[in-house]
């Protein structure tokens, strides 16, 4: 019979400490920022950043004699789902302590929806806040679209969870011949995803956003956030800066390694991807059939029509959130594209969330092959991506893992409706949760465009949902299996 051990929790105590450490020393931006425009908010900065210090500081320091020793697989699970449970929760604590002085749930709802990379809010009239509590928000995208990079191209991989794995194969040379450490990997994506983001912020304030606004949105349009200073989002902007939004967002939602080795001198990895290929080839299809759609069932010009679908649609399939024109109004057509795309999400080893393109060009290459057994019994016809074999463990890892993202939304889904949310609510919150879309929609949603009038049982599974979705849900599996704590 298995007994139960327990687990050495200070190696993982020790780098959450770290980290808390860390997110303290980041909130200077958002206290400086109060502070120099007398906002009057500073305070809330300043506490909570004392509250990291100090909460952070002991436990790395009561954990540091077991700092050099190297993590197991569960001891590698257990630091990943804490860092995601741990980081909003002091993230959180500006929000309640100063404006908008919001309750717990509320305050770590938006929290984990900025750090998720999710970008849905509880926070009604967001033009009216602190331009710190701004700040705040954009960084919490940035950091989480940063973050959720690390993990997924560095410890991912290596514990070889939900289909990551495949970046290890010869194919994609992700750590063996292009860069040999995990430290280099984390260098040069912090150096890309930095250039992305100021690349951005000139962009759109030649595109005609004021620097303050151009710098957010620019933080949240990298990381695929969502999280805008205005409440009204990207509506009243001029159409430069929709369409600038639209590239960004795609460059954004790339597979990061591949601007790693673009970097360092090999486009063709790049242009090569299959994913990459098929995530564009997907926009532009769902981009034109909306486009024309509309057109044909409505007196709004093309360049409008095209413009409204591009965004849009970009913003939802590559999981950021943000919103323009009048798109949720279009009908059922636009939203049920919309819905599908969101579940596809974009590409692998990038800070958007979804199946992944990747995933599910596999998923199709297995019923291609299935099919063709099917009409030539004798012959065989293996699962192939980009001209190689999909492994058996890939496999079955994918349609594991589409197994268990069905199951889950719905389930989260029915969980919803029984707090005493309505049908059309409730399923939109669950796919744009799970998804990390941001996206609202329905009839609790429409009057403020955000997620504040649910229960608050509602928003605690929306966090569930954000949180497993964010971590390809077996990350969290895993953790709250019993075989997981037994020797």
Request: hydrophobic share 55%; proline share 4%.
């Amino acid at each position: 019979m298995a007994r139960r051990v327990m687990v050495d929790l200070r190696p993982v105590g020790y780098v959450l400490g770290l980290i808390v450490t860390a997110l303290g020393a980041t909130m200077v931006v958002p206290f400086l920022t109060d502070f120099y425009l007398g906002d009057g908010n500073a305070h809330a900065f300043s506490a909570a950043a004392l509250a990291c210090l100090i909460c952070g500081g002991l436990t790395a320091l009561a954990c540091q004699n077991h700092a050099s020793q190297s993590l197991s697989v569960r001891q590698g699970f257990l630091l990943t789902v804490g860092i995601w449970l741990a980081v909003p929760f002091f993230s959180a604590l500006p929000l309640m302590i100063g404006a908008p002085e919001v309750s717990l749930l509320d305050a770590y709802f938006e929290a984990v929806s900025g750090i998720t990379t999710t970008g849905a809010s509880v926070f009604v009239g967001v033009d009216d806040l602190p331009a710190g509590v701004l700040v705040w928000r954009a960084m919490l995208n940035w950091l989480g679209g940063l973050g959720i990079a690390f993990i997924a191209m560095i410890f991912l991989p290596v514990m070889r969870v939900g289909g990551m794995q495949f970046f290890r194969s010869e194919g994609f040379d992700t750590f063996g011949k292009v860069l040999p450490r995990a430290t280099d990997i984390a260098g040069q994506l912090f150096f890309v995803y930095s250039g992305l983001t100021v690349a951005c912020m000139l962009s759109y304030h030649l595109a005609g956003m004021v620097w303050f606004e151009a710098i957010l949105h620019a933080l949240a349009t990298i990381a695929t956030g969502g999280f805008s200073p205005r409440a009204a989002s990207f509506v009243g902007y001029p159409p430069a800066v929709e369409y600038t939004a639209a590239l960004y967002m795609v460059l954004g939602s790339l597979p990061y390694i591949r601007y790693v080795q673009l970097v360092r001198g090999s486009a063709t990895p790049l242009w090569r991807d299959a994913q990459v290929r098929g995530y564009l080839r997907w926009i532009a299809m769902v981009v034109g059939a909306v486009t024309l759609w509309r057109v044909a069932s409505s007196d709004q010009g093309v360049e409008s029509s095209f413009r409204e679908a591009l965004f849009n649609l970009i913003s939802v399939m590559s999981s950021t959130g943000f919103g323009s024109g009048s798109f949720v109004g279009w009908g059922s057509f636009a939203m049920i594209v919309a819905m599908w795309i969101g579940i596809i999400g974009a590409c692998s080893g990038a800070s958007a969330a979804g199946l992944s393109v990747f995933r599910v060009q596999v998923i199709l290459a297995a019923l291609r092959a299935e099919i063709a057994r099917i009409h030539a019994p004798h012959r065989i016809a293996p699962v192939r991506y980009e001209g190689r074999t999909v492994e058996k463990d890939t496999m079955d890892a994918i349609i594991l893992y589409l197994g268990a993202y069905i199951i889950t939304f719905g389930v989260i889904a029915v969980l919803i409706m029984q707090t005493g949310v309505d049908f059309e609510s409730a399923i939109f919150a669950s796919w744009t949760s799970i998804g990390n879309i941001g996206y609202g929609y329905g009839p609790m949603v429409a009057e403020t465009g955000t997620f504040i009038d649910f229960p608050d049982p509602a928003k605690a599974l929306m966090i569930l949902a954000m949180i497993m979705g964010r971590l390809s849900l077996l990350s969290v599996f895993v953790v709250l299996l019993p075989r997981f704590w037994e020797a």
